[in-house]
């Protein structure tokens, strides 16, 4: 199955806008709520999982004229990644690293009502939020929760897969990440909501999980550095200031 993902990787560059939307069919459902959240402002953060052929999944959506930016880490040597990178960047799709700069580039695109995409089945830093996944405990990453809490987007899980005549894309319920002043109690209640939703994803269909990663790790893994030593984004600085803003305005309630 990966083999196959890789070879319509190769494919991508040379489809037309026509004939990716032909070959991965989406259901009014799920292009509605990805529109009806556009159409309100709101930003959509697609959280799937190493699933079928997941790499489709973020160009048919680009293909019917929904901007989106998908944030991906590197696996493998710089100069793989690079390529596969170039492959995956087609038909309006935007690519970005887990960097301070990349995660700035995601954020500003949801606030602008856009859509981002985030592979959450797997923390790649080892330095998530310890948790059971499927009856297991290991760690799950954290970022997309995180910033669907701190911009407001609305969380659409969606799991693409091969059937025998094409593909399907599955979508799960979507909703939204509580935003009070308890930052580690809001992000831990979204984080419950997500592995539910990645669970009922993955189980439901294992055979296309195409996880080369160990999702169980055997022992403790030592957590990667992700932002520069003293960075205030790896400190608990956001976080003070983040506990003195007010929550959330109502939007119905008619106050400035």
Known sequence: M??????????????SREELIALVPLSAESIAVLREAR???QGVIIATAHMGPFDLLGHAIAAQGVPMTVITGRTTSRFVFDAVTHLRQSH?????????GGVRRVIRALRQGEIAGFVTDYDFFQNGIRMPFFGRETTLPPGAIRIARDTGALVAPMFPRRTRDGYRLDV???FEVAKSRDVDGDVLAGMEILKSRLEDGIGAYPDQWVLFQRAWSLEPAAPV???????????????RVDAVLPPPRDEGDGKR
């Open 225 to 239: 550095r992700v932002f520069p030593v003293g960075s205030p984004l790896e400190s608990e600085f956001l976080q």
């Open 39 to 41: 159409a309100r402002g």
């Open 2 to 15: 990966s083999a196959r993902n890789f070879g319509e990787l190769l494919r991508l560059r040379h489809l």
């Open 172 to 174: 799960g319920e979507p």
């Open 92 to 100: 309006e799709l935007r690519l970005v690293e887990p960097t301070p």
